[in-house]
């Protein structure tokens, strides 16, 4: 079986990932091939080691955050998020995505309108992540999950549009 972002920092292939432990891990495996280890190797040494360096860095920079770290979970099962295509949603959520909208165009230039509003869907964010981390790690309900996952994929979105 091939390396996953997951064995390659000696992780569990979890969403509910301990933050902490990613870091220390991260921090293990870049020192293990950090270009100071290899001034004297050769020049194919060196560039397997900047190799296995950039997929360290690839991975933790995945795994970092929830939103890359479930649609990749979603993938290592075979389940593609189809973002760009699946364009397909709860109604419901559909109905609050543009209720956000609305009250994100209202709210810029007011400060409290727009704490609030980021509040609002910083609370919805966390309570999705709850969901797909039952969803991953509990039921292993991929498909589901990669519903939730472009939930969340808007969710980030709105809130960089708050910045």
Same mark, same amino acid.
């Given at each position: 079986?091939?390396?996953?972002?997951?064995?390659?920092?000696?992780?569990?292939?979890?969403?509910? !990932?301990? !933050?902490? *432990?990613?870091?220390?891990?991260?921090?293990? *495996?870049?020192?293990?091939?950090?270009? $100071?280890?290899?001034?004297?190797?050769?020049?194919?040494?060196?560039?397997? *080691? /900047?190799?296995?360096?950039?997929?360290?860095?690839?991975?933790? +920079?995945?795994?970092?955050?929830?939103?890359?770290?479930? =649609?990749?979970?979603?993938?290592?099962?075979?389940? $593609? !998020?189809?973002?760009?295509?699946?364009?397909?949603?709860?109604?419901?959520?559909?109905?609050?995505?543009? +209720?956000?909208?609305?009250?994100?165009?209202?709210?810029?230039?007011?400060?409290?309108?727009?704490?609030?509003?980021?509040?609002?869907?910083?609370?919805?964010?966390?309570?999705?992540?709850?969901?797909?981390?039952?969803?991953? $790690?509990?039921?292993?309900?991929? =498909?589901? =999950?990669?519903?939730?996952?472009?939930?969340?994929?808007? !969710?980030?979105?709105?809130?960089?549009? /708050?910045?």
């Amino acid at each position: 079986m091939a390396d996953t972002h997951f064995s390659l920092l000696n992780l569990e292939p979890v969403f509910n !990932l301990n !933050l902490d *432990a990613l870091e220390q891990n991260w921090r293990a *495996a870049s020192a293990q091939v950090h270009p $100071d280890r290899f001034a004297t190797a050769s020049a194919a040494e060196k560039r397997i *080691a /900047m190799q296995w360096a950039a997929n360290i860095n690839q991975a933790y +920079q995945v795994l970092k955050k929830p939103v890359s770290r479930a =649609a990749y979970l979603c993938q290592l099962a075979g389940q $593609d !998020l189809e973002a760009e295509n699946n364009t397909r949603m709860d109604p419901e959520f559909l109905m609050k995505q543009m +209720q956000w909208r609305e009250e994100l165009d209202e709210a810029r230039g007011n400060a409290t309108a727009l704490a609030s509003l980021r509040d609002e869907v910083q609370a919805a964010q966390n309570t999705l992540q709850s969901e797909i981390g039952q969803l991953l $790690d509990s039921t292993k309900d991929y =498909a589901q =999950a990669a519903d939730k996952v472009r939930q969340l994929m808007f !969710l980030v979105k709105i809130q960089d549009e /708050m910045k």
